[in-house]
């Protein structure tokens, strides 16, 4: 993996002084409204001549702007924010092509809409020509030297970057390619990790089980989102003052995302290093999202970001990652003599094998069996089982119903007790 690239992204926060920030802003107006005119020339093009423009006729267009008489200014912005929003336009027409035909598989796209004034801005496309960092200054084109504060930046040629506001701040987002970092050896050869709302991820390595507890930073700042949005909902439209409460809701959506993505990005960062092979359950976020009842747990849980992250870094370092698919039993298999329980269902946290007696923590054990995921151990009978995911209910295993939980917990220590007497 000597000549390997990867590429890096990393964000940094751009603190432009009056001057330049004016001129950001006004890149953004004009894209927007090169946009929505190209946009416009396209629809009425099709109706025209009966076809859709191609690639080159888009470009060219968005190009013959600067030599139309009152808008020579859009030569005033960087020539590659012009040429990158012209392939931005061609891939947004395609994908809704691709779409209705059913070429494209996923979500329905819809059809390229034209930006409004209050609207998500465009970004500002730099190239790396012209870019380049020294002492906490950022040099731009056709900007100057900005002062920028942030990460450390990947070592690594630079490709690209793009320039966007999000909550009144600037950021510049870069991309690097890098070689690929060398990891030390793991102190663990495997682990195994269920993923869940209440703990966010439950790691057993062989030995010892740890849990990465759920964050939850939605839910702490969710009395202070919900005044911050009634104080904005009672704002007269387009004044002042409701700009302002929208600017205030927008910075805490901004914390409470950057808060998030940090404790992902530590807990992912710590389980790579730690362990050879990592074995994780593959999960459908997005029918979790779907269901009313933990949609905002799920959201707050950041499980799909978690995974990402896991997946990406695990790649980076060299690690196997082994996904365990949605609908294997882990939760529902003992971990010690491998019979199962079908009734061990997703409100029982707790719970006890009527194959061999033993009380399993339901994450706990769940993390147990992915651990142990494609290897065959022996159950308290001393056959051969695969573990738990290849044959039916072993022998033995009788369903377990919620109501019966804490009696048979309070049988299991009796009989437990009399056995020491």
Request: proline share 3%; glycine share 8%.
């Amino acid at each position: 993996m000597s000549g390997a690239k990867i590429t890096r992204a990393a964000v940094l926060r751009l603190y432009p002084n009056q001057q330049q920030a004016s001129s950001l802003r006004r890149w953004q107006g004009g894209l927007r409204y090169v946009w929505n005119a190209a946009l416009d020339c396209v629809f009425t093009a099709r109706d025209i001549n009966g076809r859709w423009p191609s690639k080159a006729e888009i470009h060219a267009l968005i190009v013959g702007m600067k030599k139309m008489a009152g808008t020579e200014w859009i030569s005033d912005m960087p020539a590659h924010a012009l040429l990158t929003l012209s392939d931005d336009l061609h891939k947004a027409l395609v994908n809704w092509f691709n779409g209705l035909s059913g070429k494209r598989k996923g979500p329905k796209i819809a059809r390229p809409r034209f930006r409004g004034k209050v609207a998500k801005q465009l970004s500002v496309y730099m190239v790396n020509q012209n870019t380049s960092f020294g002492d906490g200054l950022v040099k731009l084109p056709k900007l100057g030297k900005v002062k920028f504060r942030g990460c450390d930046l990947p070592a690594g040629r630079l490709l690209s970057s793009r320039v966007y506001r999000e909550a009144d701040k600037w950021y510049m987002a870069s991309i690097f390619e890098c070689a690929v970092p060398q990891m030390n050896a793991a102190p663990v050869e495997c682990v195994g990790i269920d993923m869940g709302l209440k703990t966010l991820a439950t790691i057993y390595d062989g030995l010892n089980i740890r849990e990465v507890p759920k964050l939850g930073a939605l839910r702490k700042h969710e009395q202070r989102l919900k005044r911050y949005q009634r104080r904005m909902s009672r704002r007269v439209k387009g004044s002042r003052r409701r700009n302002q409460a929208k600017q205030a809701v927008a910075r805490l959506h901004q914390r409470i995302a950057n808060i998030r993505k940090d404790y992902a990005h530590k807990a992912t960062g710590e389980i790579v290093a730690s362990a050879q092979t990592i074995k994780v359950e593959t999960l459908n976020v997005k029918s979790w999202a779907k269901n009313r009842s933990i949609s905002k747990s799920t959201a707050d849980a950041s499980v799909g970001m978690f995974l990402s992250m896991l997946r990406y870094k695990a790649d980076w370092a060299g690690r196997s990652l082994v996904e365990v698919g949605q609908w294997e039993p882990t939760s529902k298999t003992c971990s010690d003599c491998g019979a199962r329980e079908p009734g061990v269902v997703l409100g029982i946290s707790r719970w006890v094998c009527r194959g061999c007696g033993a009380i399993h923590d339901r994450d706990h054990n769940a993390a147990k069996n992915i651990y142990a995921y494609g290897e065959e151990r022996r159950n308290v009978t001393g056959n051969t089982v695969e573990s738990a995911w290849t044959g039916g209910d072993q022998a033995g295993a009788i369903p377990l119903v919620p109501q019966d939980e804490t009696r048979i917990l309070k049988r299991i220590g009796r009989e437990s007790s009399r056995a020491l007497v």
